[in-house]
């Protein structure tokens, strides 16, 4: 399918003699540019949602911290005679859920990380599309036509200008 552009520049007139690689012609994309803007703005919520996610991962490990004390306590009081085995039960129980809860955080992180990487990636993509946008010579050659002018919404499957190769001259 054709994309639609904008012919921000033409940086070449006719008659003129351009080298190969040399750029002819700068579109814009404004698809494009929505796209990063929106990628832009992801990577943005992700590293919200992943400094967040941090802190749970801190909280949490606080709280099995805290967890765990309370279980060896607790051991320690019915070693002795003052709780009962039930209360010991009820702290392992809270132990393990805090050590559950905290697994649940860091996967979330980690789920979060990944995305941000992805995300990241494609941005790089876009702005390679983006930087894509700049129409350079295939060949030494002569500006024979310019069928564009700066402003001017095309089709990218359009012909935009003429290049002739002076060595295949009759």
Known sequence: PQNEATVEQVLVD???????GQPLLVLRDRTNEREIRTQQVEIQ?????LSRNQEKV??????????VGQYQES???EAQGFISEDEVRTAQTREDEDHSALKDAQLAVTKIELDLETATDTLALLEQQLNDRVVT?????????????????IA???ALLTLGD???EP
Do not use: M
């Not at 006719?14 to 190969?20: D, K």
């Not at 919520?45 to 949602?49: A, R, Y």
């Not at 801190?58 to 967890?67: F, G, M, N, S």
């Not at 295939?138 to 919404?153: F, R």
């Open 75 to 77: 051991q320690e009081l």
């Open 14 to 20: 006719v008659r003129s003699v351009v080298e190969s």
């Open 137 to 153: 010579s295939p060949i030494d050659g002569v500006v024979l036509a310019v069928d564009v002018s700066a402003g001017e919404a």
């Open 166 to 168: 002076p060595t295949q």
């Open 45 to 49: 919520k992700l590293q919200l949602d």
């Open 58 to 67: 801190a909280e949490v490990q606080q709280r099995v911290d805290a967890a």
């Open 156 to 158: 990218t499957d359009k």
